[in-house]
């Protein structure tokens, strides 16, 4: 599995429709305890956000009868430079957006996006759950930012 894992990345595309100069990013280990890496557009080579790929990792990759996910691969972009790798939940769809899912338009976030991470979680996260089980706020990941 570590071996997928080491391949595995986000493509980023300037163009809406998976078009245009792409990116690919490898997801950090800001979830795992270690740093959120945010990068800039311009770091990445990118005018803009237009479109996006966010993979999934399966259980078992050899075979084709599981269905079940182990890993989501996950982009936040900011609209200003972040100060945390975990922003906070009152502030989507304002100061940030998240995707967790292949995504051939942005719309407004096209547009809007400056700043752009790519992490992952466990599949079984209670965020992918209808009803999350309350738990206690998780940690920011030290956070470092490649302008």
């Known amino acids: 599995m570590e071996d997928v894992m080491a391949t595995i990345a986000a ?10 100069r ?5 997801p950090d280990a800001g979830s795992e305890g270690g740093e959120a890496i945010v990068y800039s557009l311009a770091h990445l ?5 237009g479109s996006l790929r966010a993979p999934t990792v399966p259980a078992d990759p050899g075979s084709p009868f599981r ?10 972009v900011w609209r200003d430079r972040p100060r945390t790798g975990a922003p906070r939940d009152d502030q989507r ?9 292949d995504t051939a338009d942005l719309g407004v976030w096209a547009g809007r996006a400056a700043y752009v991470r790519v992490w992952r979680e ?12 309350p738990e206690a706020p998780k940690p920011s990941p030290p956070i470092v930012i490649l302008e």
């Open 67 to 76: 269905q079940e996910l182990r890993w989501v691969v996950n982009v936040t």
């Open 93 to 101: 769809g304002g100061t940030w957006q998240g995707y967790s899912a």
């Open 11 to 20: 493509t980023l595309y300037d163009a809406t429709d998976y078009r245009g």
């Open 45 to 49: 080579g990118l005018d803009r956000l």
């Open 122 to 133: 466990p599949a079984g996260d209670p965020g992918h759950s209808a009803v999350a089980a």
């Open 22 to 26: 792409s990116v690919a990013v490898r």
